[in-house]
């Protein structure tokens, strides 16, 4: 029996250091667009607000993995 395996695709994250909460400043690893406008959130902030905010947004972007990558 032959095995091939092939390497796993990299990740690619849409949110760099760039992108700041919208709450505190610190980096974004949420994005959440709600009435066409896209809000940014800090692991913290994203998390606060999550239960209100699915409520009302069209899309939901969470790369808070990355931080238990880190470690």
């Not at 032959?2 to 690893?29: H, I, K, W």
Request: hydrophobic share 40%.
């Amino acid at each position: 029996m032959n095995t091939t395996l092939t390497p796993a695709e990299p990740t690619v994250f849409r949110l760099t250091a760039m992108d700041r909460c919208d709450s505190c400043g610190a980096q974004a690893y949420i994005a959440a667009e709600v009435n066409g406008s896209e809000l940014l959130f800090c692991a913290h902030h994203g998390r606060k607000y999550e239960a209100k905010l699915r409520e009302v947004a069209t899309s939901w972007h969470d790369e808070t993995a990355r931080l238990a990558e880190a470690n």
